[in-house]
């Protein structure tokens, strides 16, 4: 997902967003079930994989508009990322590199957590087992009615300390493995493979640096979701109930929800642009 290229490619930005959003939305409601602590009861699994049988299995509360959010999301972070880097580092005003690489995704993805929170939380709330709300609609009508406006953006403040640190760090890890991985030579009868090998190495890489750095975070976004608690009121609860093991509560299925299409994001990306570049070539 190369920076000068984002300028001639958005479309491939949001088809890649939208794959993996697709691809991945089942393991985003096993993450969520896990860090919202919500339980999910089966007598024919044991608790480990009863997460993971409900995520997969219907009914789809939410998919639709949680598909969209991701989508638009993590296209809009990651082609303002390459596309700001290449404005930055094209200026008159000689901006350092690690400057240009890290400003545009921690914009960008301010922004947008705060656009998508009324989605995320009405998405999350509908993921427990025990809920009657049957669509994202209905859930933002019963957090409204329940606290007003302010309510559909409660846990705004955790969701940014969560989500710029993940996609900052995705971005910088990206960006610095795309420079030191050895170029793949043109002329070689394995190009198309060797592309492929070297932008899977960088985007898990990158998905896997991202994740793991933001899992406390999302523990206390969703623990906010659950009980409407403030931010500071939230992690001393959490503090006083499991110590510091609310710090990796969910943390493998967090892994999996988020390095995998963080990672796809980036690998989807790359391929549909090297496609799209080379149709255009022959």
């Avoid at 993590?74 to 590199?97: C, H, M, Q």
């Avoid at 890890?173 to 170029?183: F, G, H, I, R, S």
């Avoid at 523990?219 to 500071?232: A, G, Y």
Wanted: with cysteine; glycine share 6%.
């Amino acid at each position: 997902m190369a920076p000068s290229r984002a300028k001639d490619y958005p479309a491939e930005y949001i088809l890649a967003s939208a794959m993996a959003a697709a691809i991945n939305y089942p393991l985003w409601r096993a993450s969520a079930l896990a860090q919202s602590g919500f339980r999910v009861a089966s007598s024919s699994f044991p608790p480990s994989l009863s997460p993971y049988v409900y995520a997969f299995a219907p009914p789809y509360k939410g998919m639709v508009a949680t598909v969209f959010g991701m989508t638009w999301a993590r296209a809009a972070i990651f082609w303002g990322s390459d596309r700001g880097k290449e404005l930055l580092s094209s200026s008159k005003y000689n901006v350092p590199t690690l400057v240009a690489t890290i400003i545009p995704p921690l914009v960008v993805s301010t922004g947008v957590q705060c656009i998508n929170m009324p989605i995320v939380r009405a998405a999350i709330t509908l993921q427990d087992p025990q809920s009657n709300l049957s669509s994202v609609w209905s859930a933002l009508k019963h957090i409204h009615k329940q606290g007003g406006v302010p309510s559909l953006w409660h846990g705004t403040s955790a969701g940014i300390l969560k989500t710029v640190p993940k996609y900052c760090t995705a971005v910088l890890v990206k960006d610095w493995m795309e420079n030191v991985l050895p170029a793949v030579d043109p002329s070689s009868p394995t190009a198309d493979s060797d592309r492929l090998w070297r932008s899977a190495t960088k985007s898990a890489c990158a998905g896997v640096a991202g994740a793991a750095l933001t899992n406390p975070l999302d523990v206390i976004r969703n623990e906010m979701f659950k009980t409407n608690q403030p931010l500071f009121d939230t992690v001393k609860n959490l503090w006083r109930t499991e110590g510091s093991a609310f710090l990796t509560r969910g943390v493998g299925k967090n892994m999996i929800a988020v390095a995998i299409p963080v990672g796809c994001t980036i690998f989807f990306t790359d391929a549909l642009i090297d496609y799209t570049s080379s149709s255009y070539v022959r």
